[in-house]
T-cell receptor
Framework: KAGVTQTPRYLIKTRGQQVTLSCSPISGHRSVSWYQQTPGQGLQFLFEYFSETQRNKGNFPGRFSGRQFSNSRSEMNVSTLELGDSALYLC?????????????FGQGTRLTVV | GNSVTQMEGPVTLSEEAFLTINCTYTATGYPSLFWYVQYPGEGLQLLLKATKADDKGSNKGFEATYRKETTSFHLEKGSVQVSDSAVYFCALRNTDKLIFGTGTRLQVFP
């Protein structure tokens, strides 16, 4: 079956702009999580959605937001981009939330802010 | 709070050498523990997992045992290959999100 698909793979944006990233989970998976990966901070949790509801949120400013649609696809939006937002953004999908549930990751979207 | 500490890399080994990457954790309750691997330009792939004390996860020759008494989940492989070169992440999940260590880069030379 198809894996987690993230689009686009690469993005270059200018400071102050906004960006929307997309994640299509594995068919049947209802949970989608987002992570930011940078060399300095490693993997940081952004938020998790399940059945169109945000269930958990990490310590990121309000410029970072997301949503999930009825088909479980998810988008995350970053407004007023800053240079420090340059990172690899990873999406993970799971059948359910928590416990020993396996999370399947996409290849990520590499965002560069100039 | 919950946290994961991994040994710093890079770990540099010759092919067929023995590998150990140390991982310790701090958590309330009884978390599930995971090892993920990230190859260059790729996302993370689950390598193995363990859900309770004394469980041993294994996959592709890699093993890790959930040690509650030492709060550890060290990754081991008896004989590494060049194709094992990647970044390895230890992670835990309690009730919700995955919490990752900083990652350990493994470089295997022929």
């Amino acid at each position: 079956k198809a894996g987690v698909t993230q689009t686009p793979r690469y993005l270059i944006k200018t400071r102050g702009q906004q960006v929307t990233l997309s994640c299509s989970p594995i068919s049947g998976h209802r949970s989608v999580s987002w992570y930011q990966q940078t060399p300095g901070q490693g993997l940081q949790f952004l938020f998790e959605y399940f059945s169109e509801t945000q269930r958990n949120k990490g310590n990121f400013p309000g410029r970072f937001s997301g949503r999930q649609f009825s088909n479980s696809r998810s988008e995350m939006n970053v407004s007023t981009l800053e240079l420090g937002d340059s990172a690899l953004y990873l999406c993970a999908s799971s059948l359910v939330i928590g416990g020993d549930t396996e999370a399947f990751f996409g290849q990520g979207t590499r965002l560069t802010v100039v | 709070g919950n946290s994961v500490t991994q040994m710093e890399g890079p770990v540099t080994l010759s092919e067929e050498a023995f590998l150990t990457i140390n991982c310790t954790y701090t958590a309330t309750g009884y978390p599930s523990l995971f090892w993920y691997v990230q190859y260059p330009g790729e996302g993370l792939q689950l390598l193995l997992k363990a859900t309770k004390a004394d469980d041993k996860g294994s996959n592709k020759g890699f093993e890790a045992t959930y040690r509650k008494e030492t709060t550890s989940f060290h990754l081991e492989k008896g004989s590494v290959q060049v194709s094992d070169s990647a970044v390895y992440f230890c992670a835990l999940r309690n009730t919700d999100k995955l919490i990752f260590g900083t990652g350990t880069r493994l470089q295997v030379f022929p």
